[in-house]
């Protein structure tokens, strides 16, 4: 049953991503969005870097194939 579920959410998530993907332009990804370093706006580097260890050990174990973080602040 769950081999059959996953076969079922992959067939949805498929066209999703697809769409989705496309509507993301070049215009949106190129915006003046402001920059700065993370301790400039309250942020620890560290902390960042132990994030991006920790989402390359889910892909180096194959729980993931890629990842997308997001930090706001």
Known sequence: MFSELKKTLQRLIKP???I???L???TAL???LPMGSP???GVSSERL???SESMQRY???NQLA???SVISR
């Open 16 to 18: 999703f991503a697809f």
């Open 20 to 22: 989705f993907g496309g």
């Open 24 to 26: 993301i332009s070049p």
């Open 30 to 32: 190129t915006s003046d």
């Open 39 to 41: 301790e400039s706006v």
């Open 49 to 51: 870097d132990r994030l």
């Open 59 to 61: 892909i180096d174990s």
């Open 66 to 68: 890629g990842t997308v």
